[in-house]
Every structure is written in structure tokens, then in C-alpha cells.
């Protein structure tokens, strides 16, 4: 299903470059085109400081319609005020007006430092020309969205005769809405806005809001779903497979590329009295720091398994039921440690990924999260992040 390398999906193409906000000239400015309008869908953050660009995206997502979205990084234009809403209004203005489009078709995002005013008189001059670079490799437009990633982000598949294509960044600041993530999907399947809607909330309920690096709510948080029908029409239950399964795939990668993060952490909940509960669990076991370290320094601490299970006091519990393991390697049954090769299950906790599957013996509802290990780099990505 997944191809071997990303592609933009007919009529979608993008661009980036550095236009002044990173030094270096590392690309801090991308723009995504479709050549037609498109259906389209969006979910934001629910940080109560959302970023300008998220306010003016609630408006112009009310129509369903885009045909462009315009992307920096290094500055967010979050806790900016007025100032910062004209300047998102501003930065939309200008990418339409060089593509020729209305600017209730332009989505405009911006990534990276809070409370620093987004300089758009570069923003402006650097869109200027965009459209004479518009090319057909989404992993070029990943780069211009990139904070602190270690790597562009982008990957395709085939829906029928369709493709859907997403283009994502996020490494911190991620659970438990979305994240500090840009995530942006392209299809020309023909889809209508409303269904696209509910197709991409129920997608990234299982993915994107399933994802935490740090524990943080991050205030620019889009996620954005176009279509613009030039492949025709697909079954919706086949695009929505592909859709859940693309967006699983693209939270593995951010999880993985998480700030300082050397491999995935990945909570498998099944025997959950319900759905709630399940989520409940996962979210403990995966936002906990000491099952993070755990990963991360290669530690089969039975413990602090023990420890984010039963602090979800309102659940049902019972330690009696309880089962659980790491990497496939049965590690706790009937209220007690199993026998296990400790060398060889260090190894394996020591490699990518480390899967916690918890059988909690209590009903039939499951539930899977994503996370990263928190090493060293963390911390260091941190603690000078304003200033870097």
C-alpha cells in the first residue's frame, strides 16, 4: 500500500526556501498548491492560546473549501495579539496573491518560537516567485515546516487508483490533542468536505491524539485534509482504512523523531472495560517518565509498570487479571514476576521499538499509544530552545 517514496497525489504540488527567519538558509518558508479548489477538512489545537494562525484557520475551515496552504517555521505568531492575527491574515493575503487565488482558499500555519512577532515583511518577499518553484516531491515542502526535527517527514499511498500523501513535523510539545504538529494531507480522491471531516477526526482520535512526546499541549496543533477529486471517486471505507492506517504510520515517525528521542514507545491496552479506559492507560504508561527512562536506559523495572497502571485510580482494576510484556517477552502474570532472561529482554528493551502489550483481563475494549523514550537530548533541546 505505502510506496517506496512520497509523492504528490495529481494537481498537488509544493515548494520551499529560506526566506530570512532561519539563518544558514535552511528553509523556513513552504507552500502547498493544488491546481483546483478542494474539499477539505481541519482539527486544531485545544490549547487556550491558540496561535493567530489557528484563529484565522477556524474561519476559513468553516467553508470546507482550500486551495493552497502557506507554512514558516521558526516563529509561531502564538500569544502575538491583534498584531499577530493581521500578520496571519497577511501572510495568507500574500501566498494568494501569488497563486491567484481568493484568501478564504489559503490556510496559513506557522511553527516554532511563542510570543515573538512573526517578521512578515520577510514572510511576504520570500512568498514572492513561489509559484515559479512548485514541484511534484512532498519532501521538499516537509522541509520548510521543520522546528526541531532531525528530518523531513512525508509518505504515500495508494487508495484505488487514488493517492493520499501526508506531509508531517513535530518532535515536542505533543499530547495530548495533536501536538507542536503540522500535519498536511493530500488526495485526489474524490471525497465531499463533510465526509472528509468525519473521516479525519475518527483517524486522528486513533493516531495523532494517541501520540505524546512530553506530556505538552502544543498552541499550534493543525492537522488539515484536501482533496481535490482529479483520480475520481473512491469507497470510503478503503480511504478510510488507508487514511487511519497513513496517519499511524506518520505518528510512528514523529514519535521516533521526538526532541532527543532515540527509538518508539509503543502501549498496546486490550481487556479495558471500555473505550475510556483504555485511552486512560495507554496515555499513563506512555506519558510517564519513568516507563520513558525505562526505555530509554534499557530497564525491565517491573515496577514502574505496576506504578502507571495503578495510578489511574478512578479505572477498574484488578492485579489479579493483570498481564503484561515487553517485546513480545510475557513478563508478569497471576499477581506475580515470571521467569524471564533478563540479559536478553535488556537487549531487546535496548533496541527500536519497545512495545508494552497490557492485558488488563477486565472486558473487550483496546486502545494503543505512541511515545518516545526521554533521554539526555531532551533536556538539552530544552533548556536553550528560545534561544536557539
Known sequence: MFHDKPIMPQGFSCMAKNCGIKEGGKEDLSLFYSDTKCNAAAVFTRN????????????????????????????SNVGTGQQGVDN??????AAANELGLDASEVLMSSTGVIAVQLPIEKVEKGITNCKNEL??????????????????????????????????????????????????????????????????????????????VDTDTSTSDTCVLMANGKAGAVEESQFYEALESSCIKMTEMLARDGEGATK???????????????????????????????????????????????????????????????????????????????????????GDPVVFDIDLGLGLSSATAYGCDLTHGYIDENAAYYSS
Open 264 to 350: 518508539l514507545v509503543k502501549v498496546n491496552i486490550s481487556g479495558a472495560v471500555d473505550n475510556k479506559e483504555a485511552i486512560s492507560y495507554a496515555k499513563s504508561m506512555v506519558n510517564s517518565p519513568l516507563i520513558k527512562t525505562m526505555a530509554f536506559g534499557a530497564d525491565p523495572n517491573i515496577g514502574r509498570i505496576l506504578m502507571a497502571l495503578g495510578k489511574c485510580f478512578d479505572n477498574s482494576f484488578s492485579l489479579d487479571k493483570l498481564k503484561f510484556g515487553i517485546n513480545g517477552t510475557d513478563i508478569y502474570a497471576n499477581a506475580n514476576k515470571l521467569d524471564v532472561d533478563e540479559d536478553a529482554l535488556r537487549k531487546s528493551i535496548g
Open 88 to 93: 496571519a491574515k497577511r501572510m495568507g493575503v
Open 48 to 75: 487556550q492560546v491558540p496561535g493567530a494562525p489557528v484563529i484565522v484557520g477556524r474561519e476559513i475551515m468553516q467553508k470546507g473549501k482550500l486551495q493552497a496552504v502557506v507554512v514558516n517555521s521558526k516563529v
Open 135 to 212: 514541484q511534484s516531491d512532498p519532501m521538499v515542502g516537509a522541509k520548510g515546516i521543520m522546528t526541531t526535527d532531525t528530518y523531513p517527514k512525508a509518505i504515500s499511498c495508494s487508495v484505488g487508483d487514488a493517492t493520499l500523501t501526508i506531509v508531517g513535523k513535530g518532535s515536542g510539545m505533543i499530547e495530548p490533542n495533536m501536538a507542536t504538529m503540522l500535519v498536511y494531507i493530500f488526495t485526489d480522491a474524490e471525497i465531499e468536505s463533510s465526509s472528509l471531516d468525519s473521516q479525519l477526526r475518527k483517524a486522528v482520535n486513533k493516531s495523532f491524539n494517541m501520540l505524546s
